[in-house]
């Protein structure tokens, strides 16, 4: 809780310092955790059933929501004061709401991700940039996809663009990281079937061919898929354009793919009640 009789730690105090060397990923990996920045995230977190370690908060904030530091209180996560200026280093947004969270890592082994017998995953093969894969990761959540998996040379989920523009949802789903054939050989073997999101593709997507358990394959907006991606998947789909739109972001192609196989999987469960 918040140590009564202290003033708050400033940008040099030792713990600040230590908590900003993990907005970098080597930091991040070192001590194996990373910042949650914002209400709504740090929220999400201290729901979530790992560990938070610590929260940072400005003055101004506890003024504002004394709910979520009595929240983090009653699961004992220190809460420290911090000064604005020592919350401007911790924080990556222009405008910092005053509370940042310390936490451990949220991903998980590739077999750990898999498990059971999943439905619906979202394969990110060398998507580097932060706010798609964060993106992809909260429509995943929202599909209700059993995971999501960052495959080859992939950002990480812990980068703090990737779990803003995740809102949360890197607490809920699945996460994992892995190398890509080892990634699609895991999904083979999870009773997935390989679909590559291709701009290119031949076949359209369509409801008869979002079906079955699916694990969808989406490459990065600038390249696409590798083509040795492409050839191992076991069908190649293509979102149909039917205005005049060149073609559609990663995050939205990713929407429409797993929503589409998520209707289809929930109206043939419902029709095989």
């Known amino acids: 809780m918040t140590r009564p009789g202290d003033g708050p730690f400033t940008e040099r105090t030792p713990r600040v310092v230590a908590a900003r060397t993990l907005s970098r990923r080597a930091g991040r990996q070192r001590a194996g955790r990373f910042l949650v920045e914002g209400t709504q995230a740090v929220r999400e977190a201290l729901a979530w059933p790992g560990a938070v370690h610590e929260l940072f908060v400005t003055e101004d904030f506890l003024a504002r929501d004394t709910e979520l530091a009595a929240s983090a209180a009653d699961r ?22 005053g509370v940042v969270a310390v936490c451990d890592l949220v991903d998980r082994s590739l077999a750990g991700a898999l498990a059971g017998t999943p439905q619906l995953v979202a394969v990110l093969v060398g998507v580097s940039d932060p706010g798609n894969a ?76 979002a079906t079955g358990a699916t694990a969808w394959l989406f490459g990065s907006e600038a390249h696409g898929l590798p083509d040795e991606v492409r050839s191992a998947a076991d069908e190649s789909l293509r979102v149909p354009i039917y205005g005049a739109a060149e073609s559609l972001n990663l995050a939205t192609a990713a929407t429409v793919c797993l929503y589409a196989t998520a209707w289809r999987q929930r109206a043939e469960d419902t029709t095989n009640i």
């Open 134 to 209: 964060g993106t992809v990761i909260r429509v995943a959540d929202a599909a209700g996809a059993d995971a999501v998996i960052l495959a080859g040379d992939a950002v990480d989920p812990h980068n703090g663009k990737c779990v803003r523009a995740s809102t949360g949802s890197v607490f809920h789903v699945p996460i994992a990281r892995a190398p890509v054939d080892d990634v699609l050989a895991a999904c083979r073997a999870a009773g997935l079937r390989l679909v590559a999101a291709d701009g290119y593709a031949k076949s359209e997507l369509t409801p008869a061919t």
């Open 76 to 97: 004992d996560v220190l809460v420290s004061t911090v000064t604005d200026r020592a919350m401007a280093g911790l924080a990556e947004t222009v405008t910092p709401q």
